[in-house]
């Protein structure tokens, strides 16, 4: 086994943990965000216990759309990329 064969092989298994990587963050992303839309009001008898929880979910929500947002932008970016060759 040459060097070359080593050095294809490792950025092969690389790019497979890449793609698992990038999987398990788009679902995540996608759970937090349905956590976030859900229409569930609870309404707590302690105001400031009523206000975090809002936040939080808002917060949820948030940060699912940031990760929808960026894998988009990274896939048409990446797209883009691979047309120009």
């Known amino acids: ?3 070359k064969n080593i050095f ?4 092969s298994v690389l790019a497979y943990i890449q793609q698992i990587t ?3 963050f788009t679902i ?4 937090l965000k349905k ?7 609870v309404e707590l008898n302690n105001k400031k216990l ?3 929880f ?11 759309e940031f990760g929808d947002s960026f894998y988009s932008t990274y896939a048409k970016l990446k797209n883009k ?3 120009k060759k």
Request: no cysteine; charged share 30%.
């Open 81 to 83: 990329k691979n047309n």
């Open 35 to 41: 956590i976030g839309q859900k229409g569930e009001n």
């Open 28 to 31: 995540g992303f996608k759970k």
């Open 22 to 24: 990038d999987n398990l």
């Open 1 to 3: 086994m040459n060097n």
């Open 54 to 64: 809002k936040i939080g979910k808002r917060l949820l929500k948030g940060i699912g």
């Open 50 to 52: 009523n206000f975090a």
């Open 8 to 11: 294809q092989k490792l950025g």
